[in-house]
């Protein structure tokens, strides 16, 4: 009803509120109707309290630049918090590394503050955080695609190379047989080499190349695994002790279905002493990739394949 003018007490007591026992004090009590029915609401003379939900019906009022919030204490009070130097959660932001907090500034850190990877410590899983601009999202590119994409691209003058250097002096007999490479040097898989005496890989080349087993259980071949031309260069340290040997050398191809020498090189009666071959071939891989390339060597009579040995692979590219 609008108005009590004019009604009765007897029939409008009910509709009255009431302090539930005293008069306000300094506790707080419950808010009757007079019928003694609680209400949501407790009173006392400093406090104003709700056992129920606060609602708010009409339209508030939105700010962009004001900091204070009001908030709710552990023990129901209401509080005020301003979010500018309070920020939630914490009196301050954490940030781990390489983000960095400064109150409620975030950002990045500088990187000097942070561990220095060299060019030896990197793995090709190593992952660089990186913004594709044709999905608008951050990804990950791994060191060995990086690696890939900026030879590819023409963006750096570092050849995509393989080396690879002999495991050991080998005999030679009348028999072409494989020359068994050393480990690459600086990958995890394999251990701690050494650069000097073991495979190289420079440029992203990996993930184009890699060591292979062609029978006997040693890494004698070297896998050719994306589409593109490749150039070939084998340098051929043989060391005849004895005699005049016809010493050969061969760029070998193992397709999988039929192999073939792609190249050779025969040096008529060498003399004693230290003698080098140096061949080079120019090899498409297609389609039909892997494609393993192996080096070979064979003597008319007993000599040695010496360490100096080395079997290079360059990733060109492939056709534009």
């Not at 983000?99 to 503050?113: D, W």
């Not at 990877?117 to 992952?127: E, M, R, V, Y």
């Not at 994409?149 to 250097?165: D, E, H, Q, R």
């Not at 495979?199 to 994306?226: K, W, Y």
Request: charged share 10%; hydrophobic share 40%; glycine share 8%.
């Amino acid at each position: 009803m609008a108005s009590l003018s004019g009604t009765k007490i007897k029939d409008t007591f009910g509709l009255l509120l009431k302090m539930a026992t005293s008069t306000v004090s300094a506790s707080e009590q419950v808010v009757q109707d007079g019928e003694g029915n609680n209400t949501a609401l407790k009173l006392s003379t400093d406090t104003v309290e709700s056992t129920g939900d606060f609602k708010c019906t009409g339209t508030m009022t939105t700010s962009t630049t004001d900091v204070q919030a009001l908030m709710l204490s552990s023990t129901g009070v209401f509080v005020k918090r301003n979010l500018s130097t309070n920020p939630i959660g914490t009196t301050s932001v954490t940030a781990n590394s390489p983000l960095g907090a400064t109150g409620s500034t975030i950002g990045v850190l500088p990187a000097s503050s942070l561990v220095q990877l060299t060019s030896q410590q990197t793995a090709t899983i190593d992952k660089f955080l990186i913004w594709d601009e044709s999905s608008s999202s951050y990804k990950y590119i791994d060191a060995v695609n990086l690696a890939d994409y900026v030879i590819n691209s023409g963006a750096t003058a570092i050849p995509a190379l393989f080396i690879a250097k002999p495991q050991a002096t080998t005999a030679i007999g009348t028999a072409a047989t494989f020359a068994a490479f050393a480990e690459i040097a600086n990958q995890p898989a394999t251990g701690a080499t050494d650069p000097a005496t073991s495979c190289v890989a420079l440029g992203g080349v990996l993930s184009a190349v890699s060591l292979v087993d062609f029978g006997g259980g040693s890494r004698n071949n070297i896998r050719l695994s994306t589409q593109g031309m490749y150039r070939l260069e084998s340098t051929t340290e043989i060391i005849v002790a004895a005699g005049t040997p016809n010493t050969t050398v061969q760029i070998y191809l193992n397709d999988g279905a039929s192999s073939a020498v792609l190249i050779e090189e025969t040096q008529t009666n060498a003399t004693v002493g230290k003698h080098a071959l140096t061949i080079v071939y120019y090899f498409y891989a297609d389609s039909g990739v892997p494609y393993d390339v192996g080096l070979r060597v064979s003597s008319t009579t007993a000599a040695t394949l010496g360490l100096q040995t080395s079997f290079s692979v360059t990733k060109l590219g492939d056709v534009v």
